[in-house]
């Protein structure tokens, strides 16, 4: 074992939630470094569709507008269908559009921009282990690999960012399983010859199937992502039947309804990515020498697209928290707790509604249609998935029911 390393806050993970609450943590000051495993940001299962409100929050921790010009394709809409082939268009007009991200090449600038800010940024460093924070000493300790060996780092914060298996949440014994609605998601990237200009809106995807669905956003470079996401008893037996993830992903396309796209004859980008279970749950997202940020602390699934933008402002929250703590406030932590339940229990609440919603095809269209013909109920849902109004608004049982009503 080297000599051991003390820093204020360490960060663990690299994707957009750690990457952006280092950037927010090292413009204020603090010292702090961040552990990522990966040598460099690389193609993973993930969500790349996002609120029109993740523009804003990218730019307030100093992307400039070229930056996010290369970084993300605005959409305009999201075309919705349903097993039977019910189908409404969910708009997002300027300056309002919706975003479909290049995601590697987001996760490389906000790291180089962590950097820039003062962060220590230490790619390719495996956190081995964890040893939470004892009030004897202050600090907790971790043990990381790096390319020169061995090394152990103290520090008087951690900061789980580090996805759904988080070794954070585990040390600090806040990790919970999730039992029901275990589903796989495969996501790959497309060439699309039919891709508009660079910076000119497009259209997405939503079609939902029996026991299935699919989701088709168009991003930067003449791409689209494509993601399906599944039960795992359905991924296994069409494994069984396939040659792997690729050809899930593309039997699934190929039976989307409507006219064909270009897209959907045109060659994989990139290799079909899994990511197995997509829900996690945590117990609490913060506690004594300890936060959790982004997937890290929850996520139920990608059906509302929120994932980006979640991860954005729970950084946001965590950086604030940091900083009160630091300032001597004992009670930041557990705030930064409730904050973070106070803005996401209404919309995980709208995910596990959808989530029965899916087990009932029947329904889905019946609810399809009738948001087709009510253009305001259609706005209200829409802004709600968007994180452009509070997901309270369709929960409400005056809403449902006009919703449901003949």
Not at 223 to 252: C, F, H, K, Q, Y
Not at 378 to 403: C, H, M, Q, W
Request: charged share 25%; aromatic share 4%.
């Amino acid at each position: 074992m080297r000599t051991s390393h003390s820093v204020e806050v360490a960060v663990v993970g690299g994707g957009p939630a750690g990457a952006a609450v280092a950037v927010r943590l090292a413009d204020a000051g603090v010292e702090t470094a961040l552990f990522e495993r990966w040598p460099a940001p690389r193609w993973r299962a993930s969500g790349v569709y996002s609120s029109p409100a993740t523009r804003g929050r990218l730019a307030a921790i100093g992307l400039g507008p070229d930056t996010l010009e290369a970084l993300i394709r605005p959409i305009e809409a999201m075309e919705v269908t349903g097993p039977g082939g019910a189908g409404c268009r969910l708009a997002y007009g300027p300056p309002d559009h919706a975003c479909g991200l290049d995601r590697v090449r987001l996760e490389r600038t906000l790291l180089d921009r962590a950097s820039a800010c003062g962060a220590q940024v230490m790619e390719g460093t495996v956190v081995r282990g964890l040893e939470p924070r004892r009030r004897a000493t202050g600090v907790a300790r971790l043990d990381i690999s790096t390319g020169a060996g061995q090394e152990r780092w103290e520090a008087r914060l951690i900061v789980g960012a580090d996805g759904p298996t988080s070794l954070v949440a585990r040390a600090h014994g806040v990790d919970r399983p999730v039992r029901r609605f275990r589903r796989a998601g495969l996501t790959v990237h497309r060439a699309d010859p039919a891709a508009a200009p660079p910076g000119v809106p497009m259209t997405a995807r939503l079609a939902i199937g029996r026991g299935w669905y699919c989701g088709v956003a168009p991003v930067p470079d003449g791409r689209v992502n494509v993601g399906v996401v599944m039960s795992d008893r359905e991924l296994a037996e069409r494994l069984s039947r396939t040659s792997g993830p690729a050809s899930v992903i593309r039997s699934v396309s190929d039976s989307l309804p409507g006219p064909a796209a270009a897209w959907q004859t045109a060659i994989d980008t990139d290799d079909a990515t899994v990511a197995l279970p997509l829900a996690h749950r945590v117990a609490r997202r913060a506690g004594p020498g300890f936060l959790l940020v982004g997937d890290a602390a929850g996520f139920v699934d990608p059906l509302s697209g929120e994932g980006l933008h979640r991860a954005l402002i729970s950084s946001e929250l965590a950086a604030d928290a940091v900083q009160a703590d630091r300032g001597g406030d004992a009670g930041a932590l557990e705030r930064y707790d409730r904050r973070m339940h106070a803005r996401f229990a209404p919309r995980d609440l709208v995910s596990w509604m959808l989530q029965l919603f899916l087990a009932r095809p029947a329904m889905v269209d019946y609810a399809v249609a009738r948001l087709a013909q009510r253009h305001g109920l259609r706005k209200t849902f829409g802004n709600a998935l968007a994180d452009l109004e509070p997901a309270a608004r369709i929960l409400a049982p005056r809403y449902l029911l006009s919703v449901l009503r003949p």
